[in-house]
């Protein structure tokens, strides 16, 4: 694999392997077809026939990666947050993601490389160049206020009062934020997980073109 001297962030395929992916596009079409056909229930995306490893799909989130140009020492993290993303149901930002970035960095939309900075004192109103991924965070540390052992008591009393609730008739149970998805990541963890259908067949022809093995089932899903 080499860099183009005219794009330096397009991916030229390397000598006896195809020819770049042009028309290459991300499975986001069909999960999101997927979602609209959905009723407003909150029911699950529709899975593959098959289940897969959590750890050979994080080994091959690893690899392919690797192949296609991105820094060794930013994949590992890369491929954990997309895996754990299907782990947890997510399907949106899971190994979907990947075809995407692929095509973005051929397209020298992405870049694979960049170390992140802290906005102190600058801004838009510098007009910085070039792309960026602004992300904002908020930490609070419990024992500036009330302290840990009253911050549990006050969230596990509410968790427990929200539980309570009686469900509307036909309707299902009150459940607190987040709580299926660590169900489903424990059940996952356990019997593999059921990738979205549209997922491996997009990645399929980039997993070709860098010779990069698709990973195996390990059962059926349900």
Request: aromatic fraction near 4%; hydrophobic fraction near 40%.
């Amino acid at each position: 694999m080499r860099s183009s001297d005219d794009h330096p962030h397009r991916l030229d395929a390397a000598p006896g392997r195809a020819a770049p992916l042009r028309d290459a596009e991300p499975p986001r079409s069909a999960i999101a077809t997927d979602r609209a056909r959905r009723p407003s229930g909150g029911e699950s995306a529709p899975t593959s026939a098959r289940r897969h490893s959590p750890a050979a799909l994080t080994a091959f989130a690893r690899s392919l990666p690797i192949a296609v140009g991105a820094p060794d020492d930013r994949v590992p993290a890369v491929a954990e947050i997309l895996v754990e993303g299907d782990l947890l149901g997510h399907t949106t930002h899971g190994l979907q993601l990947l075809a995407a970035h692929f095509g973005e960095i051929e397209r020298g939309a992405m870049r694979v490389e960049g170390e992140p900075t802290v906005l102190g004192g600058s801004g838009r109103a510098d007009r910085p160049t070039g792309r960026s991924a602004a992300v904002f965070l908020e930490i609070f540390d419990p024992a500036a206020f009330g302290g840990l052992d009253a911050f549990r008591r006050e969230t596990g009393w509410l968790a427990e009062a929200a539980r309570a609730v009686p469900a509307r008739p036909g309707g299902s149970s009150l459940r607190m934020p987040g709580e299926a998805a660590l169900r489903r990541r424990r059940d996952q963890m356990r019997d593999g997980i059921a990738l979205h259908p549209g997922i491996l067949p997009g990645l399929t022809p980039w997993a070709e073109r860098f010779a990069v093995a698709l990973p195996g089932a390990v059962g059926a899903a349900d």
